[in-house]
T-cell receptor
């Protein structure tokens, strides 16, 4: 089967750094994505790693290790508005659809 | 900006009714997807389409069908709605090729009574 594992919830304080881990077991791998979803909103794309290493986009960074089937999302200088659910997703198809398999999501709560 | 719209934000239907959920994207994307989202289960793929009139089953296609007659429109059909299909339904589209970012619509919260 295909599965992605990520913590169900994480709590951190404003200004802190938090890391959300994702391990995956899939048939086929073309990259790992991260999406953010605020309560009542639509998921929005944050980052994509196709190759090993760290990708940085402002306060957010994403890391991938294909040999370990592992990645993480790092959020720095946490703000209250970062409270949301974060989903990792593995791209298991390339042609004919670019199919993604999503993890169950990590609910991040940022406290003052 | 990519825009993905869904026909209804909230929908209430009765068991056994035929239900149509419509999704339209305005960026000429090749791929379109239907997911359902339930607490603790993340997003689960129901069906997707990589071209007009082409469709592929996702991970949970049972009880659903889809239609893509035009590139910009992807419809999800519940032939005979059941209470276990009460859920949030999300439509997404992506350009295809090396660019695989999926853009999501606002979702339709369907309640089947």
């Amino acid at each position: 089967g295909q599965s992605l594992e990520q913590p169900s919830e994480v709590t951190a304080v404003e200004g802190a750094i938090v890391q959300i881990n994702c391990t995956y077991q899939t048939s086929g791998f073309y990259g790992l994505s991260w999406y953010q979803q605020h309560d009542g909103g639509a998921p929005t794309f944050l980052s994509y790693n196709a190759l090993d290493g760290l990708e940085e986009t402002g306060r957010f960074s994403s890391f991938l290790s294909r040999s370990d089937s592992y990645g993480y999302l790092l959020l720095q200088e946490l703000q209250m508005k970062d409270s949301a659910s974060y989903f990792c997703a593995v791209r298991v198809g390339y042609n004919q659809g670019g199919k993604l398999i999503f993890g169950q999501g990590t609910e991040l709560s940022v406290k003052p | 900006d990519v825009k993905v719209t869904q026909s209804s934000r909230y929908l209430v239907k009765r068991t056994g009714e035929k239900v149509f959920l419509e999704c339209v994207q305005d960026m000429d994307h090749e791929n379109m997807f239907w997911y359902r989202q339930d607490p603790g289960l993340g997003l689960r793929l129901i069906y997707f389409s990589y071209d007009v009139k082409m469709k592929e089953k996702g991970d949970i296609p049972e009880g659903y069908s889809v239609s893509r007659e035009k590139k910009e429109r992807f419809s999800l059909i519940l032939e005979s709605a059941s209470t276990n299909q009460t859920s949030m339904y999300l439509c997404a589209s992506s350009l295809g090729g090396s660019e695989d970012t999926q853009y999501f619509g606002p979702g339709t919260r369907l309640t089947v009574l």
